[in-house]
C-alpha cells in the first residue's frame, strides 16, 4: 500500500469514528443511560463466536407466535430485518460468514452503558424440575395455579385510575380494578373454589423456585413430564428473598447462592413459609404436554429458549428478538471460569430484570444447570445490536 493510499485511509477511519461518535441512538434510553456506537470489529471475541448458531436462534425467533408477555412495541425496522432472516433460513443452510455478514449488514452496534456504571449486570436462571401430582394428597399438597379469569395485565400504555402506579396487574370486578391477592393471601385461601389447581408439588419452596424461574419440569408419580410455562403474576411488586436473607443473617452478596437460599428454606417450614411471604409476588402457570421433553421451556417471547444463547431482559426498555452481544467472565460448567464472548437473543423477560443493561441468561434445564445458573452474578458488557 503506498503512503497516499494509507494516509488515505487512516483518513477515512478517523472521518467514519467521528460520525460513529456522532450518531444518535434510535432508541430511548432511561434518564442517565448512555449508548455508544461501536464498529463490529471492535468486539473482542466477535470474529470467533457461531454466528451461524445464533443467526438459527434469531430466525426461529422471527417465526414465533404471539409473546406470552407483552414488552415494548417491536420496531418496524426488525420486522424487516425478520422477513429477511426467514427468508435466509427457508433457503437452505446458513453457515458461519453468512450469518456474520447478515449481522453486520443488518445492524448496528451500540455499547450500552447503564446509569452509574460503565458496564451492564447479568445474573443466570435455569428451568428446575420437580416430582409433583395431578391431585393433592398428603406427599403433594401445595397447589400451582391456571391464571384467574379475573386477573388483568398491564401494559407500559394502560393508566388505570385509583390502582397503584407500581402494580402490573390487577382484579377486574364489577367495581372496575382492584389490586390483586398478594400471595399471603392466595396461600391462605384467596383462590379457593375457583378450579384453578393444576398440580401439586411437595412443598412452598418447590413453588417458590418454580415462580422464580418462570417455568419448569414436573415428574408425575407415573414417570412422565408434564412441563410448566408463565400464563401471568398478581402483579405485586418481586422482593428477592436471597437479598433479605443476605441481610437478616449477615451472609455477603457474593456468598448467597440459589443452593444456599433453597437450603435453607427447606432446613424449616415455618422459616420458609414466613420469609416466602416477603415477596407478594405471586405467578400462574399453564400446562403445556405438547411440548417435546428435548425443548427448552417457553419464555416470554413465546418460544422455546436457547441454552447459553437466550437471555431475558428489561421488557420495558427493549423488544424481543434484539440481539445482543455481551462479554462476561462467568463460572464454568464443571467448576473454575469460563469468558462468554458471543452474540444472544432477548427472548425472555423477568420481574427482577430492570434496567438497559440488565440481563437474565437461561443457563439450561435441570439440577446442574440450577446450580451453574444460581453462580452468575457478574458485570458483563451489553452491547444492543439495533436493526438499521
Keep these: 500500500m503506498s503512503r497516499g493510499a494509507g494516509i488515505a485511509l487512516a483518513l477515512s477511519a478517523t472521518i467514519g469514528l467521528g460520525c460513529m461518535s ?28 457461531d454466528h451461524a448458531s445464533a443467526f438459527a436462534v434469531f430466525a426461529k425467533g422471527c417465526m414465533a407466535d404471539p409473546p406470552l408477555r407483552q414488552a415494548v412495541p417491536t420496531p418496524a425496522a426488525l420486522l424487516a430485518v425478520c422477513e429477511r432472516a426467514k427468508a435466509l433460513a427457508l433457503a437452505g443452510s446458513v453457515g458461519r460468514r453468512q450469518a456474520r455478514d447478515f449481522f453486520e449488514q443488518n445492524f448496528r452496534f451500540w455499547r450500552i452503558r447503564p446509569p452509574g456504571a460503565d458496564t451492564g449486570f447479568t445474573t443466570g436462571y435455569f428451568e428446575p424440575e420437580f416430582e409433583g401430582s395431578l391431585s393433592r394428597s398428603e406427599a403433594f399438597p401445595t397447589p400451582l395455579y391456571d ?32 389490586p390483586f391477592p398478594d400471595r399471603t393471601a392466595i396461600e391462605t385461601g384467596a383462590l379457593d373454589g375457583q378450579g384453578l389447581e393444576i398440580l401439586w408439588l411437595r412443598d412452598p419452596v418447590d413453588r417458590f423456585v418454580l415462580q422464580v424461574q418462570g417455568s419448569g419440569r414436573v415428574r408425575l408419580p407415573d414417570g412422565s413430564v408434564t412441563r410448566l410455562t408463565y400464563s401471568g403474576r398478581n402483579g405485586h411488586p418481586y422482593t428477592s428473598l436471597g437479598r ?39 405467578v400462574f402457570f399453564t400446562r403445556r404436554d405438547d411440548l417435546p421433553v428435548e425443548a427448552g421451556p417457553v419464555g416470554g417471547a413465546g418460544l422455546p429458549l436457547t441454552p447459553l444463547r437466550s437471555i431475558a ?15 462476561a467472565t462467568i463460572p464454568g460448567d464443571g467448576g473454575g471460569k469460563e469468558r462468554l464472548a458471543r452474540l444472544m437473543v432477548a427472548q425472555d423477560t423477568g420481574s427482577a430484570i430492570l434496567g438497559p443493561a440488565r440481563m437474565d441468561i437461561f443457563v439450561g434445564s435441570g439440577a446442574a444447570a440450577g446450580h451453574r445458573a444460581g453462580l452468575i452474578r457478574h458485570a458483563t458488557a451489553f452491547t444492543v445490536l439495533w436493526p438499521r
Design 147 to 178: 391464571r384467574p379469569k379475573d386477573l388483568v395485565t398491564r401494559f407500559p400504555e394502560d393508566t388505570w385510575p385509583g390502582v397503584d402506579k407500581g402494580l402490573s396487574a390487577a382484579r377486574r370486578t364489577a367495581k372496575g380494578l382492584e
Design 313 to 327: 431482559i428489561d421488557r420495558s426498555v427493549w423488544p424481543y428478538g434484539l440481539p445482543v452481544w455481551i462479554d
Design 22 to 49: 456522532a450518531m444518535a441512538a434510535p432508541f430511548p434510553l432511561p434518564e442517565g443511560a448512555r449508548a455508544e456506537p461501536l464498529a463490529p470489529a471492535a468486539l473482542d471475541g466477535w470474529a470467533q463466536d
Design 244 to 282: 433479605v436473607l443476605s441481610q437478616r443473617e449477615g451472609i455477603p452478596p457474593e456468598e448467597m447462592t440459589m443452593d444456599r437460599l433453597i437450603a435453607r428454606l427447606k432446613a424449616d417450614a415455618a422459616f420458609a413459609r414466613d420469609l416466602i411471604r416477603l415477596n407478594r409476588s405471586f
